[in-house]
C-alpha cells in the first residue's frame, strides 16, 4: 500500500468483504453474538414489514454520527468498539477510504453472504459518498439486529477532495428556494401489495431489500423544484411538525419521522406515485425512503435535505449547509478490487 499523508496500512487486509482474501488487521470479525432464533412467520408481507420498520423508528436511534467522532474514536484512538464499513463503488474505495474500514459494495448490502461477517457487539459505521445510501444500509442493517449508524454527509464529511470522495463534495451555501407555511392536507390512498415470499423474517427483510437497493437513491434539490413547480411531485416532510410549520416545500405533506409506519400514516401515501422525502440535512429521509421502498412504495430522497434548500435556521431546525469540513487522513490499495457491483455516486 501506498501512503495517503503519512499513514502506512497494509492493502490485502481490507479485503474481506469484498470476495479477495484475508481478514482485515485493524477491524476483525469477532465472535458472533446469537442471532434471534427465526419463527414461521404469521401475517402478510406488507403488515409484518410495516411492524418491523415501525419498531425501528420508534427505537430512537441516533441515525448519524460526525466524521470527527470517527476520526477520533476509530482512527485515531483505533477505539475496537467502532467497526466501520464502506459501501461506495469496488473503485472509489480502492483509491480512497478511511483507515481500517472493510468494503461491501452498496448493491451487496442486502446479501447473507455479507452481513453474516458483520459483528453483533461493535458499533457499525456506515460509509459512503454523501451520507444517503449508508443512512439507508444503517436502517436495514439496524433492522436486523446489528447496532448500525451512518456517518454524517458521508465521504463529503470526511474531505472537500473530490478525488477522496468519489463524488460531489458538500455544497458551500444553501439554494433560498422559496418556502411556504400553510399546511397540505393528506389524502387516502391504498397500502401497496407486497408479493414476497419468504418464510423468516430475516429472509423477508433480505428480498425486501433486494429490491429497495436496485432505486434511485437521491434526487437533486433543483430537479425537485423544478417537479414541484409542474406539479408533478408528491413531497412527504418527514420533519417535525414545529419546522415543517415554520416553512416547507409548496404542497409538501407532514408525517414525522418517528410515526411514518403507524397505520394511519401509511394510508397518506400515494402507491402509485413517486414520493420525494425531505428531512433536515438528507439523512432521516433517506433512511424513510428505504422503509417505504421496503414496504412496496416507490421514495426518494432529496440530497442535503433542508439545510439545502434554504438558509432559515427556524425553518431547517439547524444551521444551512456549508463546506467547512477539514482534510482528513485515506488510505489506498496497491490494487484495484476485483470488478464488481458498483452505484452512482451518492
Not at 238 to 266: C, D, K, Q
Request: glycine share 6%; with cysteine.
Amino acid at each position: 500500500m501506498r501512503l495517503s499523508k503519512q499513514l502506512l496500512l497494509i492493502a490485502i487486509p481490507f479485503l474481506l468483504l469484498s470476495g479477495c482474501g484475508s481478514q482485515p488487521a485493524i477491524q476483525t470479525p469477532v465472535q458472533q453474538k446469537a442471532a434471534s432464533p427465526q419463527v414461521a412467520l404469521v401475517g402478510s408481507p406488507f403488515s409484518l414489514l410495516r411492524q418491523e420498520s415501525d419498531k425501528y423508528l420508534k427505537s430512537n436511534r441516533v441515525l448519524a454520527i460526525d466524521a470527527q467522532e470517527v476520526y477520533e474514536k476509530a482512527v485515531v484512538n483505533a477505539d475496537p468498539s467502532y467497526y466501520l464499513v464502506d459501501v461506495r463503488s469496488d473503485e472509489h474505495y480502492a483509491k480512497h477510504h478511511i483507515p481500517g474500514s472493510i468494503h461491501i459494495s452498496y448493491a451487496d448490502t442486502w446479501r447473507a453472504n455479507k452481513t453474516e461477517f458483520l459483528p453483533r457487539d461493535k458499533k457499525i459505521v456506515v460509509i459512503d459518498y454523501s451520507g444517503h445510501s449508508s443512512s439507508q444500509v444503517a436502517a436495514l442493517w439496524s433492522m436486523m439486529g446489528f447496532d448500525a449508524v451512518a456517518m454524517k454527509h458521508g465521504m463529503a464529511g470526511w474531505s472537500k477532495d473530490k478525488e477522496v470522495i468519489g463524488g460531489s463534495p458538500i455544497p458551500c451555501e444553501p439554494k433560498n428556494f422559496a418556502v411556504v407555511k400553510d399546511a397540505t392536507p393528506a389524502g387516502t390512498h391504498e397500502v401497496p401489495a407486497l408479493d414476497l415470499k419468504a418464510s423468516t423474517l430475516q429472509e423477508l427483510l433480505q428480498l425486501s431489500a433486494e429490491k429497495a437497493t436496485g432505486k434511485t437513491v437521491v434526487i437533486q434539490a433543483d430537479d425537485v423544484l423544478a417537479k414541484v413547480t409542474a406539479k408533478s411531485a408528491f413531497v412527504l416532510d418527514v420533519r417535525a411538525s414545529e419546522h415543517y410549520g415554520a416553512g416547507h416545500i409548496a404542497g409538501a405533506v407532514n408525517i414525522p419521522f418517528r410515526s411514518l409506519t403507524e397505520e394511519e400514516n401509511l394510508k397518506k401515501l400515494p402507491s402509485t406515485q413517486q414520493i420525494v422525502v425531505v428531512c433536515y440535512d438528507g439523512h432521516a429521509s433517506s433512511q424513510a425512503t428505504r422503509v417505504l421502498n421496503q414496504l412496496g412504495y416507490d421514495a426518494v430522497a432529496m440530497r442535503d435535505g433542508m439545510s439545502l434548500w434554504t438558509g432559515d435556521i427556524s425553518v431547517i431546525g439547524a444551521k444551512a449547509i456549508a463546506c467547512t469540513i477539514p482534510e482528513r487522513l485515506t488510505a489506498h490499495l496497491n490494487a484495484p478490487l476485483n470488478p464488481g457491483p458498483s452505484t452512482a455516486a451518492t
